[in-house]
């Protein structure tokens, strides 16, 4: 009979950083398909982001306070933080587009940011079915293909700036940058799926 039962409270702040990157993801879809938004979209991703940091806030908190933890402590801090790096990301891409200024749809932006919803949304299953080291391994191998989707995508999208008729520099140089921060996003959307896939595996 365990005497101090363990503290299942992690599972359901792993869900709400999932969640946040799930709709931070959505949104900067939205961003790039839209810039005329881009003010109020950059600023609700903001929002989430401001989120994901309280929640990771009360993640490490919960660690000092919890004597006995469903997982390994260093596990449970792990994929909190992963999770929370992506949606760092996602506003850092957001809050350069806001400096940036971009006023133009692109597709490349569209389409690699559709990749990072994609991701998002599975990422969020694999959190949920953590326990479950088969449904972890397969979203962990459908990630992957997203990540080699969103290579193709962004080594076509930087190529296609120095192609062709010379474009104006500075729209080269921000437009770059977006592509480089999206491209990071996904990597570390594989880099989640990583620790889930350790940690499921340690726990099945």
């Not at 597709?107 to 088969?134: C, F, G, K, Y």
Request: with cysteine; net charge negative.
């Amino acid at each position: 009979m365990r005497l101090i039962p363990k503290d299942e409270g992690f599972f359901e702040l792993f869900d709400a950083l999932a969640e946040r990157l799930t709709l931070a993801a959505a949104l900067l879809n939205e961003l790039f398909t839209d810039p005329t938004r881009l003010d109020h979209l950059a600023g609700q991703i903001k929002e989430l982001e401001h989120q994901a940091d309280e929640v990771t806030h009360e993640v490490v908190v919960r660690l000092d306070r919890s004597f006995v933890t469903p997982l390994d402590r260093e596990d449970i801090h792990a994929l909190a933080t992963t999770l929370d790096n992506v949606v760092d990301l996602v506003n850092g891409t957001a809050r350069r587009a806001q400096m940036f200024h971009i006023g133009d749809c692109r597709e490349p932006a569209m389409q690699m940011t559709a990749v990072l919803v994609r991701a998002s949304e599975l990422i969020r299953q694999a959190v949920h079915n953590v326990r479950d080291p088969q449904q972890v391994a397969r979203i962990s191998r459908e990630i992957k293909q997203l990540e080699q989707e969103g290579d193709i995508l962004y080594f076509s999208a930087v190529g296609a700036l120095f192609a062709g008729k010379p474009q104006d520099a500075l729209e080269v140089v921000k437009w770059k940058e977006l592509y480089d921060n999206i491209e990071y996003a996904i990597d570390e959307s594989e880099d989640v799926l990583n620790v889930l896939e350790s940690i499921s595996i340690k726990n099945s």
